[in-house]
């Protein structure tokens, strides 16, 4: 998939947790799990606001895509 997310990079960078993280966004574990492995096929605005507002990043540090 040309779309490859970034998420455990932004996660490193910002010393945070999986757990943590998913707390704060509401959402569960197995879901940002699924997200930050690139096995997600499809992420809500809000849940990336959320993501964004906890990170204190913008969409495009988590999201890349990438040419064939």
């Keep these: 998939m040309p ?3 970034r998420l455990d ?3 490193a960078d910002r010393k945070i947790l999986l757990k943590d993280l ?3 966004v509401g959402i569960s574990n197995v879901n ?3 997200l ?3 096995k997600a096929v499809a992420i809500r ?3 990336l606001e959320a993501i964004c507002k906890a990170l204190d990043c913008q969409p495009g540090d988590l ?3 990438e040419y064939d």
């Design 3 to 5: 779309i490859v997310v």
């Design 9 to 11: 990079r932004v996660m």
């Design 22 to 24: 998913a707390e704060e």
């Design 32 to 34: 940002l799990s699924k």
């Design 36 to 38: 930050k492995t690139g």
């Design 45 to 47: 605005f809000s849940t």
């Design 63 to 65: 999201l890349e895509y």
